[in-house]
């Protein structure tokens, strides 16, 4: 899948505003090529039709400036700037974009009993999924195989949640879609530290992990599961891991 | 309060989490019923209520469950809008600001604070308190900026972050009693320090908070039991 080419932009800055960035109207994206945490804010973004500046920040080699001004609690992306007043969490970013652009179209449901099932369900993604899938590429042996079995119950647990609708959103492509596709692409490699079978474990969400790609908003979003795979490998690398 | 609302609670007192519900119950002025569950033997209404965690706090409206504090204080804040005070605010950004807070105290104080409080290990424990003090330290800054020269989060008002905070009130006081530690100190944070004294204050914390004698007491019967259990796989 292909992505757009980012760009460093160079920005004034007011010392006088510690938080905002003197002179920058409109959203700006602090983000990293591969984090599912920034492509939720990508793909909601997308949906939404909310034009952005995309900011690469290569965490490879370290953390701009701008980072840690933006977000000097976490020091992590991603980072919304909206009119250089930075919002942070990706979780948190899409709620904002709800309540900031309440004409654009919605990923949370109107109902409040369905927007705490939403919300659930996205909590329930961020708790799990990735820190589960971390263990399974870093660890070796009796605890390699308990995350397994964790990643399973995982995806058999959301499996069940999706049950027959096309989204988790219902008919449509919603809050906890967003929250949870980007992981689609870290799938592949579940499977193969994992040695499972996600169609065989998870077979409803093996299709909508296929209907999500469809969408040009996480097509555009989201990088290839090999190159996820491979960074893996520059990760483990890094982290002096065989 | 809205004509045939049916709000039950399955809790279990000495839950900080359970107590935020409490809190926003309160500060809302709803009624509702208040369902002790043993956590040790949990009941069907509760599994059948939160098959993913089966964990408490869960709020049944009219029948149908909703799940995790701050989901269901949201949900609170939703559904009885025209009740009560907001916990959160109107303003799109003031929310975002709010929701951060809210999780911070989840993940850096309230995570590390329980593992300081019950961890396995006294290098866990010391890491814990490591943490739960460094997370301190940066929530007075936090109150600094929310407050707004008001005496809370929230500004003038209570809001969200100050009651996930205040929900873990009583459990604050009963690790200060036992670790010697001033958690909230007014020499170091003061305007946290002063917080504390006005939120306890509060007649929704003098409902919902747990009794600090009572929770202490708990504690240390728990510690007990723990260090009783640890000593069987050590003969």
């Known amino acids: 899948t292909a992505c757009t080419t980012q760009t460093q932009t160079q920005i004034d800055r007011d010392p006088k505003q510690p938080g905002a960035m003197a002179g920058e109207k409109g959203l700006v994206l602090l983000d990293f090529w591969v984090s599912p945490f920034g492509q939720r804010v990508r793909i909601a973004l997308a949906e939404k039709g909310l034009p952005y500046e995309y900011a690469e920040e290569d965490l490879m080699a370290g953390k701009s400036d701008r980072l840690l001004r933006a977000n000097p609690v976490h020091k992590k992306i991603p980072v919304l700037l909206h009119d250089g007043r930075p919002v942070n969490e990706s979780l948190i970013i899409l709620q904002y974009l709800e309540d900031a652009f309440p004409d ?19 909590d329930y993604v961020d708790k799990k999924v990735y820190d589960c899938g971390s263990r399974l590429w870093k660890l070796k042996g009796e605890p390699q195989a308990q995350a397994r079995a964790e990643m399973l119950d995982i995806l058999k647990t959301l499996d069940g949640a999706l049950g027959d609708k096309p989204f988790f959103g219902g008919d449509k492509f919603g809050f906890v879609d967003a929250a949870f596709a980007p992981f689609t692409a870290w799938f592949h490699s579940y499977e193969r530290y994992g040695e ?10 093996a299709a909508w992990a296929k209907r999500c790609g469809e969408r040009e908003s996480v097509a555009k979003s989201l990088y290839s599961p090999d190159k996820v795979y491979d960074f893996i490998g520059l990760l483990k690398k890094k982290y002096g891991i065989e | 309060m809205a004509g045939g609302d049916d709000l039950k609670l399955l809790g279990a007192w000495p839950s ?8 926003a119950l309160a500060l809302k002025g709803l009624s509702y019923e208040d ?4 956590l040790y033997k949990k009941s069907e209404l509760l599994l059948k209520s939160n098959p993913v965690h089966k964990k408490i706090p869960v709020l049944i409206h009219n029948g149908a469950p909703v799940c995790e504090s701050m989901i269901i204080l949201q949900y609170i804040d939703e559904v009885f809008a025209s009740t009560g005070p907001s916990l959160l605010p109107a303003d799109p950004y003031e929310r975002a600001i709010a929701r951060f807070w809210v999780a911070y105290v989840d993940d850096k ?21 490591k943490q739960a003090f460094a997370a301190v330290g940066v929530l007075e800054g936090a109150l600094r900026e929310c407050s707004k020269g008001g005496g809370f989060f929230g500004g003038d008002g209570v809001g969200l972050v100050d009651v996930a905070l205040g929900g873990v009130l009583s459990w604050m006081k009963v690790t200060e009693a036992l670790s010697g530690d001033k958690i909230f100190d007014a020499a170091k944070t003061p305007l946290l320090a002063a917080w504390v004294e006005r939120f306890i204050e509060l007649d929704a914390a003098k ?22 259990s640890k000593d069987e796989f050590n003969d």
């Open chain 2, 16 to 23: 900080p989490f359970v107590t935020r519900v409490k809190l």
């Open chain 1, 104 to 122: 654009a179209p919605a990923l949370l449901p109107s109902d409040p009993y369905a927007r705490a099932q939403a919300r659930f369900w996205a």
């Open chain 1, 196 to 205: 499972f079978s996600l169609p065989e474990v998870a077979p409803k969400i």
């Open chain 2, 35 to 38: 369902v002790e569950e043993d």
């Open chain 2, 109 to 129: 104080l309230v995570a590390p604070w329980r593992q300081w409080l019950r961890g396995k290990t006294e290098e866990e424990k010391s890491e814990g308190k």
């Open chain 2, 207 to 228: 409902a919902a908070l747990p009794d600090v004698g009572r929770l202490l007491e708990f504690a240390k019967a728990r510690e007990a039991a723990a260090a009783a």
